[in-house]
């Protein structure tokens, strides 16, 4: 490029293809040079900004400092995920602003003749390349804009004198504009803060509900409309139709459409990303209907890859005044200036390179159509329109026995609570599906839309995204791969959520918490003793029991994942169950997390008591170990207490008396004496206690096997003799572990075999004895002597 641009004979022109270069490789370079520290500055005045002390920056400071803005912390995320792929295309069309302003220099004369080039060389091309004869152009920055415009030209078309009384006119006859029930969101509104209207002048018309697409006009309603405004002494103005809508891409049948309009003298107007196939060989009928509309608005930035490139609406019209009244043409060199990125990236595409992206874009969407037609529980809800460069889809599963979970409409029979929470769960789950999706497969450009009847869906529309992403064939394969991935965890967790919120109800106390935005398998809480059901404000210990609950569901290593959060219509603390990507026993989950909770509360209130035990206990202690002293000072006498006298006494008759002492068993709250534990250490036998019985339910598993799995009774893999050997197994290992307590020093001790060494027997035996001797170590106790 820089050998191109010596031979341009304008210096400042090539001075500033020069610097653009550069300054986008720095803008674009990851590794570029952080900024110095600027330690030996001073500050001129302390009203004075710092960026503007001085004498100023240089340019590669100032470009520096743009980069940091756009891109903030590096560690947030790779810079590669954060810039689109803007291609040199994209570069001619950033050059197109810095040649406007350069442009904008020129003498009157020069600029009015570049400027009039641009936009009649624009115009002509962007006709000729989607098939709209006759045409003018009119580019604006803001995508609505033009429609408003165009609004504007039918108000001074249709009112004479409009210009001269101005609302005076509209009083008189209101002007009405036609709006489908597909448009996208806050179009009228706009239109009415535009053209300072009322919103009575919006008429929005519903889509088909018997026959034909759900998001397609209905045109024998419109009609219907239409002759009831009339007979109101109202002017139906204008209508916009959609060739693909904002939301699942079907365009309305825009041929009849036209046929209505000329009937009643109505204005009509299309939109929609559909418009860019008309620049393809092939072009649906419906999509060829728009070149006879009165006006249409196309955004060829996003198509193209382009980025900083206006709108353009396309209207044919034959009175240029009041196309200049109504703001569509200008003769301000500035107004004209806005196509020229849209110029200069034109002619750098060319009609084949315009065509190969559109051809990419729609050959993307049909592929995945194509994917998504083989894979199960997956819905397309553009199915019977093929040339639809757009693609909508959603996850849905059909119960045994029951109608489709998720329906698109709900059936007359069912109730309404039913419809409502299995509307809920298929949006939770296709929400969490989506949301997977765009972290998986950043390049494919998913978006996650909730729409008034399907609920939330998933849409893929390459024409808006494909060429700034830079989106390819092996993107939608990995698309479709990652979908097939995530199929088994939705559709175990569905089929879990209901036996779950069963076994919850049928549990004490455990509460199902029904969370409509929660896509797992279910939410739980936790009711103790001093829970206020009544209340929705925070519990500071249900909060503390439901953290320990979390912590210790944590730690078992299961394959579910487990949150803690506020409940969904109050402040109280629950746990949030996830997905489930293989058969849980939800019985054994559900117990686990009661018996958990209970222990937690029970441990959590023993310890709440332990220090009023404890005291009370120490003092009860010293009471008694005085009691005893004095006891003992009166079985000695006086005399052993002086100090001489009382050893010359012990010598000769030495006393026998029993050490005494106190123990205070922290899990009774009682003191308890020290006697037998010195007996025990003198005989050197004893019984060891049980084990403290756990409230858990302890569940054989077989090796390697994650908690809350399913056994595999039933399965075809285990074959009835590997069942009974497996039992044998267990009872082997029960009957072995329970051995230690069965045996004697006597029946263990080597000498019975002579030259056969038992090192483990022995190792228990002393084991055994060790702990018989130290009976005091089972049971936390508190020893006052």
Known sequence: MDASLEKIADPTLAEMGKNLKEAMKMLEDSQSRRTEEENGKKLISGDIPGPLQGSGQDMVSIL????????????????????????????????GHSLGAYISTLDKEKLRKLTTRILSDTTLWLCRIFRYENGC????????????????????????????????????????????AAARPGLGQYLCNQLSLPFPC?????????????????????????????????????????????????????GRLKELCEQYGIWLHVDGVNLATLALGYVSSSVLAATKCDSMTMTPGPWLGLPAVPAVTLYKHDDPALTLVSGLTSNKPADKLRALPLWL???????????????????????????????NHIKILVENELSSPVVVFRFFQELPGSDPVFKAVPMPNMVPSTVGRERHSCDALNRWLGEQLKQLVPASGLTVMDLEVEGVCMRFSPLLTAAGLGTQGEDVDQLVTCIQSKLPALTCTLQLREEFKQEVEGTAGLLYVDDPNWPGIGVVRYEH?????????????????????????????SDLTFKMGAEYKSMKSCIYIGMASDDIDVSELVETIAVTAREIEENSRLLENMTEVVRKGIQDAQVELQKANEERLLEEGVLRQIPVVGSVLN???????????????????????????????????GVTPPPTPSGIRSKQRLPGQKPFKRSLRGSDALSETSSVSHVEDLEKVEHLSSEPEQSTPETSSPEQYPGVPTPQKANRTEDFQNRAQRPEDDHPQLLFE
């Open 651 to 685: 010598w000769f008759s030495p006393v026998q008396a029993l050490q005494k002492g106190r123990t205070f068993n922290l899990t009774a709250g009682s003191l308890e004496s020290t006697e037998p534990i010195y007996v025990y250490k003198a005989q050197g036998t």
């Open 345 to 375: 990236s034109l002619q750098y595409l060319g009609l084949d390179g315009i065509v190969e992206r559109i051809k990419h874009a729609c050959q993307l969407s049909q592929r995945l159509q194509e994917s998504l037609k083989k894979v």
């Open 529 to 557: 003793a001093n829970d206020d059901k009544s209340s929705l404000k925070s519990d500071p210990e249900g909060e503390k029991i439901h953290a320990g609950l979390l912590k210790k569901l944590n730690e078992l290593g």
């Open 64 to 95: 520096q400092l743009v980069q940091n803005l756009m891109h903030g912390d590096e560690d947030e995320e790779p810079l590669s995920a954060r810039i689109h792929n803007i291609g040199e295309q994209g570069h001619m069309a950033l050059l």
């Open 202 to 254: 919006l008429c929005r018309v519903p889509c088909n509900t018997m026959f034909g697409s759900q998001h397609q006009m209905d045109v024998a309603f419109l009609e219907k409309l239409i002759k009831d405004d009339i007979e109101r002494g109202r002017l139906p103005l204008l209508l916009v139709a959609n060739a693909g809508t904002a939301a699942v891409g079907h365009t309305d049948k825009i």
């Open 137 to 180: 152009a009119y580019f604006h920055e803001e995508e609505r804009e033009g429609l408003a415009k165009i609004c504007r030209l039918a108000i001074n078309s249709r009112y004479e004198d409009f210009v001269v009384d101005g609302f005076n006119v509209l009083y008189d006859k209101k002007p009405v504009i036609y709006l489908s």
